[in-house]
């Protein structure tokens, strides 16, 4: 191969690395990975020790994480950003972290609906093991089947329900997301999203 031809091929790696935000899709790959393990071996530690009204508590608010999740990504894309400009202008608090989420768009929308959704579904898998192994009063094949599929249902629902208020109330999800990340940034020096993405 040519030194013309290799240059051309690494600067054509190189766009299409910058372009479609590969270094991005390699973190959040290997965060995922131990992020699962991590909440995975959490919950079933603190589930397998837990009554079962609480264990059901503790699946639902995982589900409705994931419902949540799933709602701020979709705002996110569906917002646009001339309004938080506007409100930035009038220095409203807030809006320049919704202006921070707009400029990330795909990164935050693949942690919302990706990582933080498919982390809550294999968790609230877990959960509902650990309530079927916790009774013992009906049939644990029968039961099974009937929480997998109350958590499936509530889970297709939520999200079902979750996208048309993202379309509708785009802006305002947006703009609660970012005072609630302003807070914690000014408040707690946590910043989830750097200026350098």
Do not use: P
């Given at each position: 191969?040519?030194?013309?031809?290799?240059?051309?091929?690494?600067?054509?790696?190189?766009?299409?690395?910058?372009?479609?935000?590969?270094?991005?899709?390699?973190v959040i790959s290997i965060w995922t990975f131990f992020l699962t393990i991590l909440f995975?071996?959490?919950s079933e530690s603190i589930l397998n020790n837990t009554q079962i009204f609480?264990?059901?508590?503790?699946?639902?608010?995982i589900i409705f994480l994931?419902?949540?999740?799933?709602?701020?990504?979709?705002?996110?894309?569906?917002?646009s950003d001339k309004p938080f400009h506007a409100m930035a202008s009038d220095k409203v608090r807030g809006a320049k972290y919704a202006i921070k989420l707009k400029k990330n768009t795909g990164v935050v929308s693949n942690f919302c609906n990706d990582v933080?959704?498919?982390?809550?579904?294999?968790?609230?898998?877990?959960?509902?093991?650990?309530?079927?192994?916790?009774?013992?009063?009906?049939?644990?094949?029968?039961?099974?089947?009937?929480?997998?599929?109350?958590?499936?249902?509530?889970?297709?629902?939520?999200?079902?329900?979750?996208?048309?208020?993202a379309v509708y109330k785009s802006h305002e999800i947006v703009f609660r997301t970012a005072k609630i990340l302003t807070r914690l940034k000014d408040g707690l020096g946590i910043d989830f999203i750097k200026e350098n993405k």
């Open positions: 191969m040519s030194e013309k031809n290799h240059n051309k091929n690494e600067r054509y790696f190189k766009y299409i690395w910058t372009k479609y935000n590969l270094k991005w899709v390699v995975t071996l959490a609480l264990s059901f508590l503790i699946l639902i608010c994931g419902v949540a999740s799933d709602m701020v990504g979709i705002a996110i894309t569906a917002a933080v959704g498919d982390i809550c579904g294999i968790i609230s898998g877990v959960a509902g093991a650990s309530i079927v192994l916790q009774i013992d009063f009906i049939h644990r094949g029968i039961l099974t089947i009937i929480l997998t599929s109350f958590i499936a249902s509530l889970t297709v629902g939520g999200k079902a329900l979750g996208k048309n208020l």
